[in-house]
């Protein structure tokens, strides 16, 4: 690596970005190193074709890596999808909702309400009902997951129900484990799993279809992860254009059409890191002991900061607070940045704060973010 | 750039594979040399946000630069897509078909045929006709661009009319202006344009939708270009998920979720490198001589080389061409690659050889290519 122009750690920028966000650094310096001449083959892995061996062996690697830190099951595949995850919140409806069919949205976020925006539009042009929504929502926010009495509202026949873990904007995370008990049984359950899918351990065996953008712990934007049940897959409807197709994507191994090349190459790149590491259990490890650290930091401020989401929905992911005033914001950032801290606001529909602590943000990045927040607060509060 | 691993001329690999195909050198020297740390941000371009300043201004650039090197009329607008030229087969009848409406298509290769099956499934589920097809195949080839006389199925109302101008796999070319010549006035004309894009000058304004892949002359995989006139995008249907709708895309300059940033990123640098190339008639006036090179020493071989396209058809991106049997197939494509020549095997589904001369091939290339195909015609012939 010797030849390769590295980014030093003096200078280096603490990514809180939400996304896309930090990537490991192993995975870009190994893609910088080979760039113009890929495994001695001459040629950019941009310039390479997706029916080459070069290419091929990459997409290979990265499935297998997909199954094997995920530990997946037999009855699941590895796809590979582009449009982001807003392209399978239409695609999912579309494949699956039938004449008379209804589904059900459990909704903890915006990004569950874009889903169910995404269904009801969809389910007229296939003869669907609109879908049952159970949500969280109180006034204009969502501080906690759905309750067991919200989820009451999936009672009936539904062709499945769709969930998301971890609500990037709001900060809600609810676990993969807890929806997979908490909605009806025997109904084909699917989850955008974008901003936490890596962080930890998760049993995917009980859904019939994962998805994640990749652009929080998987790879660059431009490539979305899929798990999914090859059974289900294979009962989306065929008077779909192929290219939409769950059961032509399994078929054709994700290689309908031109995959994003280099999107596939840099996550394998990513997925070869996570590994190395020890997988989702170290993943799994650091990202709690990230969490605790900001989260314990704000709460010792003595109500300085605020932190809206409820103690047991509080996402590891993206941590998000408040301060007393918008021109604390102001100074909060502007401090935060001369400290080479970047991407801490929050979104632009709810304001505040926001640190995002993906796999790749280093437990130092968390420690200084802590102690930033502390000092901040004795200054200003 | 003494810090970068650069690849020297002597190793390079001469890269004819028809996409993802060759990119220009100074594009990916630029992308390695700040791959780390894109403008001095401390952060690789990947690990941007795609709402934040350093990659707003990449976006803004890249479709500036689209603007300026196709001489754009202001009626017409850039559009980025994910999902490759594939999914705009899609998503061109899903936007524009509604109930009653029929579409034609002009078909002079498997890309077109593609189109028409999508357009085909799509058509019942918006209540509309199935697609006039005017095609050019005779047997199971494609020898030609459509005639007048098979263009004559375009009688009667048509919603658009789709258009394919290089059919890479079949090398056969049908210039923009030809095709805004053939096709009934004063229906809407949508192209797919992807291996021919940016090739030549080319006026886009008889053109209601154009689209391209990127990974031919323009950028990476993952990116399609879109150059819509502004009113055509609006009459789409509203009853479609926001996601494919070619108006929500533009009233969101292509932002409507994360868009491939690092092969918008890239396309950028390919479209600095164009441009200081000396624009469209740089890349025509090359491509020309390129093409002219291939093509007659294919020709001054005593027939050694089959060459099936009619002249007036002939792709300047794609030259197809035989050999006279299997075994000498193998031969030639094994001593091209101890010449460093890679890429030249025909598509899988028409067999033969087939060599790109995009954008980024050099002049040099092709001469090696011509020199090569006469030694070899020489020596085996």
Redesign the interface.
């Known amino acids: 690596m010797a ?5 030093s750690d003096d ?3 603490m ?1 809180f ?7 490991p ?1 192993a995975a ?2 190994a ?3 080979e ?3 890929v495994e001695g ?4 892995i ?7 061996s070069v290419y091929d062996r990459i997409h290979e690697e990265a499935r297998a890596l997909f199954r094997k830190v995920l530990d997946l099951p037999a009855s699941h595949e590895v796809l590979f999808f ?6 399978q ?2 695609t999912v409806p ?1 494949n699956f909702l039938r004449p008379g069919d209804r589904a059900g949205y459990a909704v903890h976020g915006v990004w569950g309400e874009k889903a169910v ?2 269904a009801t ?2 389910a ?3 003869g669907a009902e609109a879908p049952v929504v159970a949500s969280s929502q109180e006034g204009t926010r969502y501080l906690r997951v759905p309750s067991a009495a919200e989820l009451g509202a999936f009672s009936g026949s539904l062709r499945y129900v769709h969930t998301t873990t971890n609500e990037t904007i709001h900060g809600v995370q609810w676990h993969a484990e807890a929806i997979a008990a908490a909605v009806p049984a025997g109904v084909p359950l699917v989850c955008d799993m974008s901003s936490d899918f890596l962080s930890r351990p998760t049993d995917l065996s009980p859904f019939a279809l994962t998805y994640a ?1 990749a ?1 929080k712990n998987v790879g ?4 979305v992860v899929a798990i999914v049940n090859a059974d289900f897959a294979k009962e989306c409807r065929k ?6 197709r769950y059961d032509v994507n399994l078929k054709e191994k994700s290689l ?8 596939v190459y ?1 996550t394998r790149n990513v997925l070869r890191w996570l590994d190395a590491e020890g997988g989702l259990p170290a993943m799994a490890e650091r990202n709690t002991a990230k969490a605790k650290l900001v989260y314990d930091a704000l709460e010792s401020c003595g109500g300085f900061y605020t932190v809206p989401v409820e103690r047991a929905a509080r996402s590891q992911m993206n941590v998000v607070f408040g301060l007393p005033n918008a021109q604390l914001d102001m100074r909060f950032l502007a401090e935060a940045k001369t400290r ?1 801290m ?2 801490l606001s929050g979104h ?1 529909s709810v304001g505040g704060m926001r640190a995002a602590l993906y796999n790749a943000v280093p437990l130092a990045w968390a420690e200084a973010l802590a102690e930033f927040l502390v000092d901040f607060a004795k200054r200003a509060g």
């Open positions: 030849s390769s122009p590295a980014r200078t280096v920028t990514n970005g939400s996304g896309p966000g930090a990537l650094r870009l310096l893609a910088q190193e760039f113009l001449d083959s001459g040629m950019s941009l310039e390479h074709s997706h029916r080459g582009q449009g982001g995850a807003s392209e919140f239409a579309m925006q995404e539009t969809w007229p042009l296939a953008g652009q660059p934007s431009g490539l008077d779909l254009p192929r290219i939409f309908v059409n031109t995959p994003p090349v280099f999107s840099l080479r970047v991407g632009r």
